[in-house]
């Protein structure tokens, strides 16, 4: 399989499309922190005016770990849309091209072929995130420092002390690659379906905004369903910014996307070996 994974990759990297969501969030980040470099301060003050008049607060707020969590908060429900790009290709893009057939010709199981791409996926996933670490968090903390951490949650803010900051991040941008690769996998299988990529990218990214938009809406019908979604467990990164963590909710979100990607994963393999592939 290695060989197959070295294959894939060559393919996904080679092709020009594959660094449009590198460049996105690239930008997107360099904006966001030039905006705070610039005009940083109003923010900060906007938000410090409902507790200033109760609290004293000492210290840097605008500093790299405010903005990685600002950024993070930002770019985490549309990096997934960034995602679908690829995983919606893996399968599609090599029917629309006519080398599907050619590949279960050669001699390699299915099993192989598919199990290769989807680790494949799931590297360009990682090294996403990889990517938006170093520029948020890393960038951020050259750029503007370090310091304690003041998160505004609705009515409630949490203060955590600087030394206790880092290991929260590498936490939760564990947990990231976890719910992204839910999403990478749910593109992949949705691309057997296809011969066109468009078409898996389009609905992975459609049940993701309407899971989503589900999973904010507080009435009692979609309350009911909200534990099924994928989605509601995809922000289970917040739990690591809590003054007490939930160690346990934490857990059961990463099982439930587990459970999902090897169940994608699964049934990816079981259709794709019975698939007649006529492409």
């Given at each position: ?276 592939v006529l492409s």
């Amino acid at each position: 399989m290695w060989t197959i994974l070295q294959i894939e990759l060559f393919k996904i990297f080679k092709r020009p499309r594959t660094y449009i969501a590198f460049v996105a969030i690239a930008v997107i980040v360099w904006l966001i922190q030039l905006a705070f470099y610039v005009d940083g301060g109003a923010y900060v003050d906007f938000l410090m005016q409902s507790i200033r008049a109760d609290f004293y607060v000492e210290g840097k707020i605008l500093n790299g770990y405010f903005i990685c969590y600002f950024i993070l908060q930002t770019l985490l429900i549309h990096v997934p849309l960034l995602i679908a790009l690829i995983g919606g290709d893996m399968i599609a893009g090599e029917a629309n091209m006519g080398t599907l057939r050619l590949l279960i010709s050669k001699p390699v199981s299915r099993a192989a072929l598919i199990s290769g791409k989807f680790v494949a996926t799931m590297v360009y996933t990682l090294l996403l995130l990889i990517w938006m670490a170093f520029l948020s968090l890393g960038m951020s903390l050259i750029i503007f420092g370090t310091d304690d951490l003041l998160i505004f949650k609705g009515t409630e803010v949490v203060l955590l002390e600087k030394a206790d900051v880092l290991w929260r991040y590498v936490a939760a941008f564990g947990f990231a690659a976890i719910a992204m690769t839910t999403v990478a996998a749910l593109s992949f299988f949705l691309s057997l379906f296809a011969e066109n990529s468009i078409g898996p990218i389009v609905t992975t990214m459609s049940i993701v905004i309407v899971f989503t938009i589900l999973t904010s809406i507080d009435l009692p019908l979609f309350n009911a369903i909200k534990p099924y979604l994928f989605t509601s467990h995809m922000l289970g990164w917040k739990g690591f910014f809590d003054d007490h963590i939930f160690y346990n909710s934490i857990t059961r979100s990463a099982i439930f996307l587990l459970a999902h990607i090897g169940g994608l994963l699964g049934l990816s393999m079981v259709i794709f070996r019975k698939k007649d592939v006529l492409s």
